[in-house]
């Protein structure tokens, strides 16, 4: 294998991962989301038999607040998850530069050695007689 054909490879295969990545991000963010949600209709289910949305209120149901907890920390891992991800795509856009660069390398270098391995042709006109 050629050292440039072990580079592209190399390069392809970081930035599939730093895809893959980035799909794992999308993916926690989305579950997080959800739970999120589901922690809402809990906390309004519980608001609503209690019949108090007052947090402060004395009687809010514990349950209640412990979901709000839930659900902000959730949130705060989504925002953290967002800042993973501008990272992640900018990482990726390097990654696909490097690769471009690794390939447009040995583009020009197989071309090269192309005109290299082919033998010369003959000089016709030395066959005629």
């Known amino acids: 294998m050629k050292p440039r054909e072990s580079l592209v490879r190399l390069k392809l295969f970081q930035v599939k ?4 990545q980035l799909g794992q991000l999308d993916l926690m963010m ?10 809402d209709a ?4 519980e608001e ?6 007052d947090m402060s209120h004395f009687a809010y149901p514990t349950f209640a607040k412990a979901a709000r ?8 891992s989504i925002r953290d998850l ?3 991800k501008e990272a992640a795509e900018a990482s990726l ?3 696909e530069a490097e690769l471009a660069k690794a390939e447009a390398l040995e583009t020009r270098d197989g ?10 042709a003959p000089d016709r006109r030395a066959m005629i007689g």
């Open 17 to 20: 991962e730093k895809r893959r």
């Open 30 to 39: 989305g579950e997080f989301e959800r739970m999120a949600s589901e922690l």
């Open 42 to 45: 809990q906390i309004q289910s």
């Open 48 to 53: 609503k038999k209690a019949g108090i949305t």
């Open 69 to 76: 907890q839930r659900r902000d920390n959730l949130f705060g």
């Open 82 to 84: 967002i800042a993973q």
């Open 93 to 95: 856009a390097e990654a």
């Open 111 to 120: 071309k090269v050695r192309d005109t290299e391995e082919r033998p010369a």
